[in-house]
T-cell receptor, first 117, second 113 residues
Framework: GAVVSQHPSWVICKSGTSVKIECRSLDFQATTMFWYRQFPKQSLMLMATSNEGSKATYEQGVEKDKFLINHASLTLSTLTVTSAHPEDSSFYIC?????????????FGQGTRLTVV | AQTVTQSQPEMSVQEAETVTLSCTYDTSESDYYLFWYKQPPSRQMILVIRQEAYKQQNATENRFSVNFQKAAKSFSLKISDSQLGDAAMYFCAYRLGAQKLVFGQGTRLTINP
């Protein structure tokens, strides 16, 4: 099946620094990728929809300048958490769906655990 | 806006027994997709089963089956012959066309040996 790879799996950074998370579709081209945030014991909350070659679409309440999304190619989307603070510590997950038929499933990356100290 | 509700935060079942996880959703659309995802301790999201709303027949995947009641907007997951490896968080999700997935709150399933 299709594979989505996310890197890094975990990262620890100092408060005030920026962290970049990569999401790659390994065997299909993804014009759209999705970024989720998951707090402990909670559900996945959609942060933004990443669109190849255009600006990302952010969900209400998500700071665009805080969470920068770049989808520069058909196989790579990046999420940069800028000026990270401890409250940004969370589990971030990306997903992508092969284009074409709408009945195809979405595939998820392994997730990235971000800890801001 | 579409919403998905899982009213059971936690469920437990004896190994080899059957358990049903509940899910209801709210939508005004007639053609959409419903999914059950499993999230084990590794936190990797795994698709368990999916259902197209236009299909009346309930989807089945080996030990996993759904009871899709379109009029009632209900989409429950039945796990038969529960195994220790089934222990995980289970999320019900809704998708309209190529749009985003909307997830329920999740149900933590424990398998008792």
């Amino acid at each position: 099946g299709a594979v989505v790879s996310q890197h890094p799996s975990w990262v620890i950074c100092k408060s005030g620094t920026s962290v970049k998370i990569e999401c790659r579709s390994l065997d299909f081209q993804a014009t759209t990728m999705f970024w989720y945030r998951q707090f402990p014991k909670q559900s996945l909350m959609l942060m933004a929809t990443s669109n190849e070659g255009s600006k990302a679409t952010y969900e209400q309440g998500v700071e665009k300048d805080k969470f920068l999304i770049n989808h520069a190619s058909l196989t790579l989307s990046t999420l940069t958490v800028t000026s990270a603070h401890p409250e940004d510590s969370s589990f971030y997950i990306c997903s992508a769906r092969p284009p074409g038929l709408t009945n195809t499933e979405a595939f998820f990356g392994q997730g990235t655990r971000l800890t801001v100290v | 806006a579409q919403t998905v509700t899982q009213s059971q935060p936690e469920m437990s079942v004896q190994e080899a027994e059957t358990v049903t996880l509940s899910c209801t959703y709210d939508t005004s659309e007639s053609d959409y997709y419903l999914f059950w995802y499993k999230q084990p301790p590794s936190r990797q999201m795994i698709l368990v089963i999916r259902q197209e709303a236009y299909k009346q027949q309930n989807a089945t995947e080996n030990r996993f089956s759904v009871n899709f009641q379109k009029a009632a907007k209900s989409f429950s997951l039945k796990i038969s012959d529960s195994q220790l490896g089934d222990a995980a968080m289970y999320f019900c999700a809704y998708r309209l066309g190529a749009q985003k997935l909307v997830f329920g709150q999740g149900t933590r399933l424990t398998i008792n040996p």
